[in-house]
């Protein structure tokens, strides 16, 4: 059974930059997509950027976009979160996800990882 593992997150200051990793153990199907989502406690999770494994196509939310990259290394079955700029309000549990279906749903991703804490300081 497919497994996430993300890794990279930590506590920094306000306009400081952090590479999140997701790292899958087990075969990533060509058709699928990967996403990365965030949660704070009492909130729902929120979608952040999604990448298809295997093509250049990639969508962000709108409070992201700009400051942050998705990118993938198919050969180490990796998917990276490259986050500049941060801000307080991105504080939140990161979370990385896999689908079949290009969409920013929850429900569309059946694979989590367990999540990494990112904490932005003002």
């Known amino acids: 059974q497919l497994q996430l593992v993300e890794s990279g997150g930590g506590s920094v200051q306000a306009g400081d930059s952090l590479r999140l990793s997701c790292t899958a153990s087990?075969?990533?199907?060509?058709?699928?997509?990967m996403a990365w989502f965030r949660q704070v406690p009492g909130k729902d999770r929120e979608f952040v950027a999604l990448t298809r494994w295997m093509r250049d196509s990639t969508l962000y939310a709108d409070s992201v976009k700009g400051r942050f990259t998705i990118s993938r290394d198919n050969a180490l079955n990796t998917v990276y979160l490259q986050m500049n700029d941060l801000k307080p309000e991105d504080t939140a549990v990161y979370y990385c996800?896999?689908?079949?279906?290009?969409?920013?749903?929850?429900?569309?991703?059946?694979?989590w990882g367990q999540g990494t804490q990112v904490t932005v300081a003002s």
């Open positions: 087990g075969r990533v199907y060509s058709s699928s997509v």
């Open positions: 996800a896999k689908g079949s279906h290009y969409a920013t749903d929850q429900p569309s991703y059946t694979t």
